[in-house]
């Protein structure tokens, strides 16, 4: 994906987040004020998609793999449009990872996969080191089984790499 196409998905992504808050199948409750989600609430979708991204990957379900990639690819952009702060060199510097991983899983390459996730994680972990919250620090998973109720195995509907 080349830095032309990456800006696309970046704006696409802001115009589908303020219209996702904008337009939703379920209406917000009367009583309940629009208004942009707590930076924490964003990061921790962000880190359970970083865990999902990870054992999808890792189990070969490269349709799921994608799936998480883009909801943490639009996870990081919220960040970004809602929270204008965060400096955009932090933003820019997970352009690489990113794509290393779209790469990766285009491929079904679990070797680059598992590179482009440690340099992913990396970034992350910068990030936060840059903002001050270096205490926050987040790893590549490990161990066999995620502490999760989904099933990451491929369930053959999906294409087959």
Same mark, same amino acid.
């Given at each position: 994906? %080349?830095?032309?196409?990456?800006?696309?998905?970046?704006?696409?992504?802001?115009?589908?987040v303020?219209?996702a808050?904008?337009?939703?199948?379920?209406?917000?409750?009367?009583?309940?004020?629009?208004?942009?989600?707590?930076?924490?609430?964003?990061?921790?979708m962000?880190?359970?998609?970083?865990?999902?991204l990870w054992?999808?990957?890792k189990?070969?379900?490269?349709?799921?793999?994608?799936?998480?990639l883009?909801?943490?690819? =639009?996870?990081l952009?919220e960040?970004?449009?809602?929270y204008?702060?965060i400096?955009?060199?932090?933003v820019?510097?997970?352009?690489?990872?990113?794509?290393?991983?779209?790469d990766?899983?285009a491929?079904g390459? =679990?070797?680059?996969?598992?590179?482009?996730?440690?340099?992913?994680?990396?970034?992350?972990?910068a990030?936060h %080191?840059?903002?001050?919250?270096g205490?926050?620090?987040?790893?590549?998973?490990?161990?066999?089984?995620?502490p %999760?109720?989904?099933?990451?195995?491929?369930?053959g509907?999906?294409?087959?790499?």
């Open positions: 994906m %080349t830095l032309k196409n990456w800006c696309a998905v970046l704006v696409i992504s802001a115009g589908a303020s219209s808050i904008a337009q939703s199948d379920f209406p917000p409750s009367a009583n309940s004020k629009q208004e942009a989600p707590r930076l924490v609430e964003v990061m921790s962000a880190q359970l998609q970083h865990l999902k054992h999808a990957g189990a070969g379900n490269w349709d799921l793999a994608a799936y998480e883009r909801q943490l690819t =639009n996870s952009a960040a970004a449009i809602f204008p702060a400096p955009i060199s932090n820019t510097t997970m352009k690489e990872p990113l794509l290393s991983i779209a990766a899983i491929a390459d =679990n070797r680059k996969f598992a590179v482009s996730m440690r340099g992913l994680t990396d970034g992350c972990n990030c %080191t840059s903002m001050g919250r205490f926050i620090a987040i790893s590549v998973p490990t161990g066999g089984q995620p %999760t109720n989904q099933i990451f195995s491929p369930s509907s999906g294409r087959k790499k």
